[in-house]
């Protein structure tokens, strides 16, 4: 079993589309994540959550909302997608909240905007 | 603010060589390091971590890392490369913040 799955692996879409990924985690942590890398491998946080509560969010468009329905899930939705949102996202899970703990990701969404 | 950074975009290493990537760090007092790796098309996996303790790090795959406080580095190193390892390597630290800061990554490539 994947500990960390994301779909869809890619992700073909037109401007001004909305989308989501969605994130799942079979590991039991509390803590999960979102993160962004660049066309030039650049990894950034986006979002953290913990055990459903919004605990990082960094300076992100309000295009980007994710979701937390259960601490085994954490959701990502776009809207009015720009073509500056092509890049890969992960999502990532930890046992421990605030950066102290090993981090488990996922394979990765490959965000394609046209 | 926290910050690491890796010097080099890309080392280039013989199988069965020894390999060294570098990362040098800047925190205010002490640092949480990590090191990840990232093979192509896959989410970056943990190699290993320093929050206290010996200064030499061995983690998975036959890596280890030299914490160096007066150096500020925290270079990942590895006594016989394989053709295996290549990959992009992340180094981190954890910020004030409470989350990570990764490096802008070092491209490794191990040539039999």
């Known amino acids: 079993d994947t500990a960390v799955s994301q779909t869809p692996k890619y992700l073909v879409t037109q401007m001004g589309n909305d989308k989501s990924i969605k994130c799942e985690q079979n590991l039991g942590h509390d803590t999960m994540y979102w993160y962004k890398q660049d066309s030039k491998k650049f990894l950034k946080i986006m979002f953290s959550?913990?055990?459903?509560?919004?605990?990082i969010n960094e300076t992100v468009p309000n295009r980007f909302s994710p979701k937390s329905p259960d601490k085994a899930h954490l959701n990502l939705h776009i809207n009015s997608l720009e073509l500056g949102d092509s890049a890969v996202y992960f999502c990532?899970?930890?046992?421990?909240?605030?950066?102290?703990?090993?981090?488990?990701f996922g394979a990765g969404t490959r965000l394609s905007v046209l | 603010a926290q910050s690491v950074a890796q010097p080099e975009d890309q080392v280039n290493v013989a199988e069965g060589n020894p390999l060294t990537v570098k990362c040098t760090y800047s925190v205010s007092g002490n640092p949480y390091l990590f090191w990840y790796v990232q093979y192509p098309n896959r989410g970056l996996q943990f190699l290993l971590k320093y929050i206290t303790g010996d200064n030499l790090v061995k983690g998975s795959y036959g890596f280890e890392a030299e914490f160096n406080k007066s150096q500020t580095s925290f270079h990942l190193k590895k006594p016989s490369a394989l053709v295996s390892d290549s990959a992009l390597y992340f180094c981190?630290?954890?910020?004030?913040?409470?989350?990570?800061?990764f490096g802008a990554g070092t491209i490794l490539r191990v040539k039999s």
């Open positions: 959550y913990n055990n459903k509560e919004l605990i």
């Open positions: 990532a899970s930890s046992p421990i909240a605030g950066g102290a703990g090993i981090q488990y």
């Open positions: 981190a630290v954890r910020d004030e913040g409470n989350k990570l800061v």
